[in-house]
C-alpha cells in the first residue's frame, strides 16, 4: 500500500500548515497542543474522595494516622500492600489534587508521544493527533474505576514511568546525562513497584542490556537491582499475604483447589474475552487497520488472515444479536464463559472451541503483522515482545482472587498494546486522510465522553 497520507500529504499540511526547516515545528506544537488538552481535561475532573480515594487512602490517613504518611505505609506494608512507593504518591495526591491533576496531565501526555519516538515514526505531527486519538479509546474505566487517584496512580501512572524509562534508556548514543539516568532509576522504582510491570522489566532490562548495550550492559546494573529489589519487597510482604486470605475467602472461596492449568486458563480466556467480546472500539480499530493495510495482498490466505480479525469484531460483538438464530457459534462461544474462565475440559473437545476461537483470532493477528511488518525485523519483534508482554501481564490475575474483581484497570497494558500496535501498522503502510479524520473525529468524541 502506499503511503497516500504520509507521503507529503499529511492531515495538518492539508488545512494549511508546512513543517520544513523555515517553519513552525509542528511537532512541537502537537505536543503543546496534547498537553493542554490534557490539562483541560484534567483541571475538570472532580476529585470527591469517591470510591479508594477516599475509603482506603484520604480518610484513613487523617482518621487513623493523624496525616502520617510513613505510619500509613508501614500499615500498609504489613496488613494490606506491598505497593508502598506508588501509594506514597496515592498519598500525595489525595492531600495535594493540584499535584495528581499536573502528574496525571504528563502521564496522560507521555502515553501519547513517547510511542512515536521509541519507533522513531517519521511524520510525527499526524501521528501524535492519531496516537492521542487512540489512547482516548482506553476505556475510561480503566483511568477512574476504584477513583481517579488510586486507578491511575496504580496502573497509568506506572506504565506513564515505564514508558519514561524506555524514553531514556533507548537512546541510540547511549549518551545519558546523569540526571536523566537518575530519573529512570526512580521512574524503575515506581513502575517495578506494581506486580504486573515488575513481571514486565525482569524480562525487558536484560533484553535492552544485551542487545542495545553490550559491554556497557553495566549502566542498567542499578535498575535491574532495583526491580530485584521490588520483587522481595512484594514476596515477602506480610500483608500480601494476608490480603491473598481475605481475598479468596470474600471473592473465590474454592481459588485455592483451582488446578495450575484452570488459574492459567482463567487468566488466557478473562483476559481475550475483555479484549475479543466485549465491544471495546480499540480492537474494532485494530481489526479496520490490519484489514485495509493488507486489503491490497493477491494473497488469499494474507487477505483472509487480515480480515479475521475485523470479521470477529462484527460477529462477535456488532451483529451478534442479529446473527445469534443463524451462527450456533455464536451462543457456543459467548455462552461458555464463567466465574472459573470458560467451561474448557480436557475430556470434552467440544469443550476447547471457545479457547479455540480466541487462539485463532490471537494468531491471525500475529500472522497479519508479520506480513505488515516483515520488512523491519526490530520493529516487529518489538511489536511481538510488546503484544506478549501486555498480555502477560492480564494472564497473571489468573493466579489471583481478583481476577474478576480487579476490573478492567488491570487490562491497561494489554490495551494500551493495541494502541501501539495499530499506530505502527498505520505508519507502517500508511493510511488515507479519511481514515486518519475518521480515527481522529473518534478520538475527539472519546475525549468530549470523558468530560
Given amino acids: 500500500m502506499q503511503n497516500v497520507g504520509w507521503k507529503q500529504a499529511s492531515f495538518l499540511k492539508h488545512i494549511g500548515f508546512k513543517s520544513n526547516h523555515n517553519s513552525i515545528d509542528l511537532t512541537k506544537i502537537a505536543i503543546v497542543g496534547i498537553f493542554l488538552m490534557f490539562l483541560i481535561f484534567n483541571m475538570s475532573v472532580s476529585l470527591t474522595g469517591t470510591g479508594d480515594d477516599g475509603i482506603l487512602f484520604a ?9 502520617n504518611f510513613f505510619s500509613f505505609l508501614s500499615s500498609r506494608y504489613s496488613h494490606w500492600s506491598s505497593r508502598i512507593i506508588i501509594e506514597f504518591f496515592t498519598l500525595l495526591s489525595v492531600q495535594h489534587n493540584f499535584f495528581w491533576r499536573v502528574i496525571n496531565t504528563l502521564s496522560l501526555t507521555a502515553m501519547s508521544v513517547i510511542p512515536a519516538y521509541l519507533f522513531n515514526f517519521k511524520k510525527k505531527p499526524a501521528l501524535l493527533m492519531i496516537s492521542t486519538s487512540l489512547v482516548l479509546m482506553i476505556p475510561i474505566s480503566m483511568f477512574s474505576e ?18 519514561g524509562f524506555l524514553m531514556i534508556t533507548l537512546k541510540k548514543d547511549h549518551k545519558i546525562s546523569l540526571v536523566a539516568w537518575a530519573l529512570s532509576l526512580i521512574l524503575v ?58 481475598e479468596v475467602s470474600n471473592r473465590f472461596p474454592d481459588f485455592t483447589s483451582l488446578t495450575l492449568f484452570r488459574k ?60 445469534n438464530n443463524k451462527l450456533k457459534i455464536i451462543d457456543t462461544v459467548l455462552g461458555s464463559f464463567n466465574k472459573y474462565g470458560t467451561s474448557f475440559k480436557l475430556s470434552h473437545p467440544t469443550t476447547w472451541i ?33 503484544l506478549f508482554l501486555a498480555f502477560i501481564t492480564r494472564l497473571i490475575l489468573g493466579f489471583s482472587p481478583t481476577v474478576w474483581a ?5 487490562s491497561i497494558f494489554m490495551y494500551y498494546a493495541i494502541c501501539v500496535t495499530s499506530l505502527t501498522v498505520l505508519e ?3 493510511a488515507s486522510l479519511a481514515l486518519q479524520g475518521i480515527i481522529m473525529a473518534m478520538g475527539a468524541f472519546c475525549y468530549l465522553s470523558w468530560l
Fill in 189 to 246: 522504582a515506581y513502575a517495578g513497584n506494581l506486580e504486573q510491570m515488575c513481571i514486565v522489566l525482569i524480562i525487558v532490562i536484560p533484553i535492552i542490556a544485551y542487545y542495545f548495550y553490550g559491554q556497557k550492559w553495566w549502566l542498567l546494573a542499578p535498575h535491574y537491582l532495583t526491580v530485584l529489589g521490588n520483587l522481595a519487597l512484594i514476596y515477602f510482604c506480610k500483608g500480601n499475604k494476608l490480603r491473598f486470605v481475605k
Fill in 428 to 430: 507502517k503502510r500508511g
Fill in 264 to 323: 492459567i486458563e482463567l487468566g488466557y480466556s478473562s483476559s481475550l474475552k475483555s479484549l475479543f467480546f466485549d465491544g471495546h472500539i480499540l480492537f474494532l480499530v485494530l481489526g479496520i487497520v490490519l484489514f485495509i493495510a493488507l486489503s491490497k495482498s493477491h494473497n488469499v490466505f494474507i487477505l483472509f488472515v487480515g480480515s479475521v480479525p475485523l470479521i470477529s469484531f462484527l460477529i462477535f460483538n456488532l451483529f451478534s444479536g442479529i446473527l
Fill in 354 to 386: 471457545t479457547d479455540f476461537v480466541m487462539l485463532f483470532i490471537t494468531a491471525c493477528i500475529v500472522v497479519a503483522l508479520i506480513c505488515i511488518l516483515k520488512t523491519d525485523s526490530i520493529q516487529l519483534f518489538s511489536v511481538l515482545l510488546m
Fill in 59 to 67: 480518610g484513613p490517613l487523617l482518621k487513623d494516622f493523624n496525616g
Fill in 406 to 410: 480487579s476490573g478492567e484497570r488491570t
Fill in 146 to 163: 476504584t477513583g481517579w487517584i488510586a486507578t491511575t496512580t496504580n496502573y497509568s501512572w506506572v506504565l506513564s514511568a515505564f514508558l
